[in-house]
């Protein structure tokens, strides 16, 4: 009986970060995109784009994360904050630390325009 147990709970966290990473915002996306607000498509626009940067993150790091033995669960941990509407958490990241890079980048890229098109004074 203890063994079947086990087997049930290996079973049931094999099937977990699939559904929690990707079943569920799939189908939230889905229900974003027909609903009439842009609220909920913009915490699943900003989930997807989290996910994408996460999930290419652990591609470079794996070797590193190959060594930490609750990484997968911390990942899905993760992930379900991000996803759960409670917490809305893709948002506030996106919000936090992505926009902000990203204006961050787009203000050098400006000031990198303006000063190449500025002439260049010699005395």
């Known amino acids: 009986m203890g063994q079947q147990f086990w087997d049930v709970l290996a079973h049931l966290n094999t099937l977990a970060g699939p559904t929690i990473m990707l079943i569920y915002p799939l189908y939230a996306s889905v229900c974003a995109l027909e609903s009439k607000t ?30 930490i033995p609750i990484w997968y669960q911390l990942k899905v941990a993760f992930v379900a904050w991000l996803v759960l509407p409670q917490f809305h958490g893709a948002a506030f990241i996106y919000e936090k630390y992505v926009r902000a890079q990203l204006k961050r980048y787009q203000n050098a890229q400006k000031e990198s325009a303006e000063g190449a098109m500025s002439p260049n004074k010699k005395n």
């Open 38 to 67: 842009k609220v909920d498509d913009e915490q699943w626009l900003a989930y997807w784009i989290i996910y994408s940067l996460l999930t290419l993150t652990e591609m470079v790091a794996e070797p590193i994360l190959y060594w």
